[in-house]
């Protein structure tokens, strides 16, 4: 039987940081604070709305954190600039890893999906844009049970749509903690792609079930984790 892999997109195969060069031309030397801002503020807000019942689609969040991160830096953009910077979202880059990465899953031993906070649609454009669609049997999106991750729900819709069979045979491929507690959590394994030395993880007791220093390698890593070895 495959393995089942859910990898997350925004900030694990998808660098949202790649909107920085053109937050630049607009706020100068504030554009890596601000970037920095903007994400923070959208997984809060997706946060939120997920324990409020009150789903809107992650572009809601997306939107709406620039319009409060605008605000708090004093930005001053105009609403053209604004549709600018939200157009760059829908086409952010992949991490330089992330092609060589599913190229190199082997499908004989892999089902591989995208798993995501943003709306089918919206990831489909977004990996389409990136040259990995191809690479996905399908697009689980959180819009499905319309809440958010960490929600237990998000991820039992994974293990129902991806054919898993139980949590323990799927998979979640993450460089956010949340998520990966929210999978493991959720009886998932995952493994968290620590991209930077500095990066922390959430002290809850709750562990990944592996981690690595980025996404080259991680079908090996998985499948000797699988081995026992």
Partial sequence: MKTVLGFDVYGTLIDTAGVVAELGALVGA??????RVWREKQLEYSFRRGLMRRYEGFPVCIRDALDYTCTLLGAGLTQR??????AAYRALPPFDDARECLI??????FAVYAFSNGPAGTVE???DGAGIRRFFLDIVSVEEVRSFKPDPT???RFVERSGAGSP?????????PF???GAVSAGMRAAWVRRSADAAFDPWGIEPTITVAGLLGIGDRIAAHERGD
């Fill in 81 to 86: 600039q604004k549709e600018r910077l939200l």
């Fill in 179 to 181: 998520d990966v507690i």
């Fill in 30 to 35: 504030k554009a890596g604070e601000f970037s």
């Fill in 104 to 109: 190199a899953l082997n499908p004989e031993a």
């Fill in 125 to 127: 454009t977004l990996l």
């Fill in 154 to 156: 998000v991820y039992r």
């Fill in 168 to 176: 323990g045979g799927a998979w979640l491929v993450s460089s956010n």
